[in-house]
């Protein structure tokens, strides 16, 4: 069964503390892994999209890696303003359509 | 910069009564996506939708939910006869292509409330 696990649920980090998130999946037909930022009551915002392991894409403080069996989003040097929920899915292929599979999340606060 | 558009943004309905929640898709985009979430809970995929019909639904999208696309702007989806469980965020979203290179741009919810 295609399935995406994040984690950890919730992370508090001071300002300036760097750490990592991560998204561990296991799907038939990977055809991207993806991760948004999404804030309370909000619909998920696009952060970045990754295809191959090894590949790394940077934005601001975040960067993402990926590789055969997880992806990770580090943030570096957060401030309070990048507490959210991020957001993992995987975007799969099976019998020829496809479909998004989201992990549950991990909710993250940065304290001033 | 364009966006997906959700309406409305609360909708408060009443057990049994049929809702009909509404999204403009990106205007160049071509697969449409329904996902849900209960609060507190996980993005759940609903429903895609390409070339006017479903190309894959998910065991959450039983008969009492439907999709239509009436028109070349709108894409729907219409809930029979809601339950209290049917009490969730209800997301939209579209891609330009079903190819690589593609992720889903979400529109902002529309919060459904079933008493």
């Known amino acids: 069964e295609d399935q995406v696990t994040q984690s950890p649920e919730a992370l508090r980090l001071q300002e300036g503390e760097s750490s990592s998130l991560n998204c561990s999946y296991t799907?038939?037909?990977?055809?991207?892994l993806f991760w948004y930022r999404q804030d309370p009551g909000k619909g998920p915002e696009f952060l970045f999209t990754l295809y191959s392991a090894g590949e790394e894409k940077e934005k601001e403080r975040l960067k993402a890696t990926l590789t055969k069996k997880e992806s990770f989003l580090h943030i570096t040097a957060p401030k309070p303003e990048d507490s959210a929920t991020y957001l993992c899915?995987?975007?799969?292929?099976?019998?020829?359509?496809?479909?998004?599979?989201f992990g549950t999340g991990t909710r993250l606060k940065v304290l001033a | 910069e364009p966006e997906v558009t959700q309406t409305p943004s609360h909708q408060v309905t009443q057990m049994g009564q049929e809702v009909i929640l509404r999204c403009v898709p990106i205007?160049?985009?071509?697969?449409f996506y329904w996902y849900r979430q209960i609060l507190g809970q996980k993005v759940e995929f609903l429903v895609s939708?390409?070339?006017?019909?479903?190309?894959?639904k998910s065991e959450i999208f039983d008969d009492q939910f439907s999709v239509e696309r009436p028109d070349g702007s709108n894409f729907t989806l219409k809930i029979r006869s809601t339950k209290l469980e049917d009490s969730a965020m209800y997301f939209c979203a579209s891609t330009s292509t079903a190819l690589m290179n593609t992720e889903a741009f979400f529109g902002q919810g529309t919060r459904l409330t079933v008493v």
């Open positions: 899915a995987v975007r799969a292929i099976t019998s020829g359509t496809y479909k998004y599979i």
């Open positions: 205007s160049n985009h071509l697969y």
């Open positions: 799907v038939s037909g990977l055809r991207g």
């Open positions: 939708f390409y070339n006017n019909e479903i190309s894959e």
